[in-house]
């Protein structure tokens, strides 16, 4: 069993929830339903490509986490 993680405060769900690191054989990709998704072999999408996958695949709390401060989303992915 993989150890917990408990929110942070003031998180509104510190005293009911916690997280936890699936093993990589257990581990889950999100299937969006909805519009399409940027494409990156478009280059006037990469940016907005990028930017969805940091998002989706880059352990993150808070959005600064997924970049550097100057840096582009091109770089940071």
Same mark, same amino acid.
Request: hydrophobic content about 40%.
């Given at each position: 069993? /993989? !150890?917990?993680?408990?929110l942070?405060?003031? *998180?509104? &769900? $510190?005293? $009911? *929830?916690?997280? /936890?690191?699936?093993? !990589?054989?257990?581990r889950k990709? !999100?299937?969006?339903?909805?519009?399409?998704?940027p %494409?990156r072999d478009?280059? @006037?999408?990469? *940016?907005?490509?990028? /930017?969805?996958?940091?998002?989706l695949?880059?352990? #993150? %709390?808070?959005?600064? @986490?997924?970049? &550097? &401060?100057?840096e582009? #989303?091109? @770089?940071?992915?």
């Amino acid at each position: 069993m /993989r !150890p917990k993680v408990e929110l942070k405060p003031p *998180h509104i &769900e $510190t005293d $009911t *929830h916690f997280l /936890r690191v699936c093993s !990589p054989l257990a581990r889950k990709v !999100p299937v969006p339903i909805g519009p399409a998704l940027p %494409r990156r072999d478009m280059s @006037d999408l990469l *940016h907005k490509h990028a /930017r969805l996958m940091l998002i989706l695949f880059k352990p #993150w %709390r808070h959005a600064n @986490d997924l970049r &550097e &401060e100057g840096e582009t #989303w091109e @770089d940071a992915s």
